[in-house]
């Protein structure tokens, strides 16, 4: 039997280099049967660039060919594996090196003769000549527009209008005659003291949830007609559209269309945001024992302190979601945030005395020191990440420019391509430190509670409880404690406490 193999589909964000999901598995298809060749697999990376390859599925279809589990790849045509050619053509490198080959189903290409390799590295070259007109054109559109005083696109603004001159081509969206409007943005009738009234409103002490909250409550439409959350609110004010500036890539330039604030005001509203980014999110919202354990009990999203009118700052626990987005998204549930303390404390006087058995029980118990651990930042996480994707190029263009031989390129690619692979695992799944809990440190815990900081509380409750579920009054089970996956599947923990 003829080895298989397994067809890879990718479809770009660029609308100019789209090729539908399933005229590409058609034509491959037809390929395959034509050919008497067997498509073990259809492989799809949908919505990714052919200019990089760092979170695309092509390693996982190579580690299938070093298996033995098929002969070679199969595209609609070589732009569907790559726009870069350098990097297309390293990972065909690889990819053949494993044993396999890759063939395009709409361009015949011989990639065991030299004027076949020749046509491939052709194809990639154009490929990758097409993605940058595509990209310099979209640049050049972009430049002119904001030359002009326009956003880089005709996307409608909240607060505005959007016209578009009328031609024998294009209408205005407007529905305006020809002749009788020009394009650009005008201030909208209604909503244009709205957005006004937002920056000034933040600038008075309101705070983003705060706003988004006032706007979903009162009914107000987003320009999409979707739900307002705390970051539809800050990008709108963010991208200082309102002030008549337009924005891109950071970069603020004077727009053609009128402001709702002053120039004074948009830079008071810019210097508020640069002090609340200066500050340490755990000191912009009141950090809590339960921060980030502590969930609600209808919608799972994470509890955040609250205040109410007769008491201070971080008094409560709120369901974040209702928070932000309103009763609409979730009903959500509070509750007195000393309440949720004394359930955690009684809850480790079991655990207490657990671990200290365990500690003498060392020979039969598993070892303490196998406790789940705290997640390392997910910023660090991404850092590393962008410099794992940036090693990786680096050692491409060595390899293209002859610095080393194949074997050598493959071999330090794969090293810094199993670290990328842990570190995205690491964002999708918590990194963990190497922090452990003693029974000495939760006995101290229940005796100085108060002596603790809320992070040195937290520290030691993210080892010990993967979550405390906080169910509505009418519960049976107001605070539901759930230890740790392998503290309480090895310790018998209970897990719940009312």
């Known amino acids: 039997m003829i080895p298989g193999r397994i067809a890879y589909v990718r479809v770009s964000t660029a609308r100019d280099e789209m090729v539908a999901p399933e005229i590409q598995i058609d034509a491959m298809r037809a390929w395959a049967a034509q050919h008497h060749v067997p498509i073990l697999d259809v492989v799809q990376d949908l919505d990714q660039s052919g200019r990089g390859f760092a979170k695309r599925k092509i390693a996982s279809i190579i580690e299938r060919i070093q298996r033995g589990e098929a002969s070679g790849a199969l595209v609609y045509n070589f732009s569907r594996f790559g726009r870069n050619a350098t990097l297309a053509l390293a990972h065909i490198a690889e990819l053949e090196a494993a044993g396999g080959s890759i063939l395009s189903a709409t361009e015949p290409v011989d990639p065991e003769t030299a004027i076949g390799r020749f046509t491939r590295t052709t194809a990639l070259a154009v490929a990758e000549l097409q993605s940058d007109q595509i990209s310099d054109g979209w640049k050049a559109a972009i430049a002119r527009r904001v030359k002009h005083g326009l956003p880089g696109d005709g996307q409608p603004r909240f607060g505005y209008v959007y016209h578009r001159a009328a031609g024998a081509v294009r209408s205005c969206p407007q529905g305006c005659p020809e002749g009788t409007c020009t394009t650009g943005y005008v201030l909208h009738p209604s909503t244009a003291s709205i957005l006004r009234n937002l920056y000034l409103s933040y600038l008075d002490g309101t705070s983003l949830p705060a706003l988004a909250e006032r706007l979903q409550v009162e009914g107000i439409a987003s320009v999409r007609g979707g739900r307002w959350v705390t970051t539809t609110v800050r990008d709108m004010l963010d991208n200082g559209f309102g002030a008549g500036l337009v924005s891109t890539k950071g970069h603020f330039a004077d727009g053609a269309h009128p402001p709702v604030i002053s120039a004074d005001e948009w830079a008071a509203y810019v210097r508020r945001r640069d002090e609340s980014r200066t500050v340490a999110p755990r000191h912009r919202n009141a950090v809590h024992s339960t921060a980030g354990i502590a969930v609600c009990g209808l ?129 999708s799944e918590g990194a963990a430190s190497k922090e452990v809990v003693t029974s000495f440190q939760i006995k101290n815990l229940i005796e100085q509670w108060e002596q603790f900081s809320s992070a040195a509380q937290r520290d030691v409750l993210k080892v010990l409880i993967e979550r405390i579920v906080i169910h509505p009054r009418d519960s049976p089970i107001r605070v539901e404690i759930q230890p740790s996956r392998v503290f309480g599947s090895t310790l018998d923990l209970p897990i719940t406490r009312q």
């Open 299 to 427: 919608c799972g999203n994470s509890m955040v302190a609250a205040s109410t009118r007769r008491d201070g700052k971080g008094y409560i626990l709120r369901c974040g979601r209702m928070q932000s987005s309103g009763r609409g998204a979730c009903a959500g549930v509070w509750i007195v945030r000393k309440s949720v303390d004394a359930a955690v404390l009684e809850w480790l006087k079991p655990a207490e005395a657990i671990l200290t058995r365990a500690a003498a029980l060392a020979a039969t118990i598993r070892p303490i020191t196998h406790l789940p651990t705290v997640p390392s930042g997910q910023g660090e996480l991404r850092r590393q990440g962008k410099d794992l994707e940036r090693r990786i190029q680096r050692i491409t263009d060595a390899y293209e420019a002859e610095a080393f031989p194949l074997d050598e390129f493959l071999q330090r690619r794969a090293a810094a391509q199993a670290a990328l692979d842990e570190v995205e695992h690491g964002l």
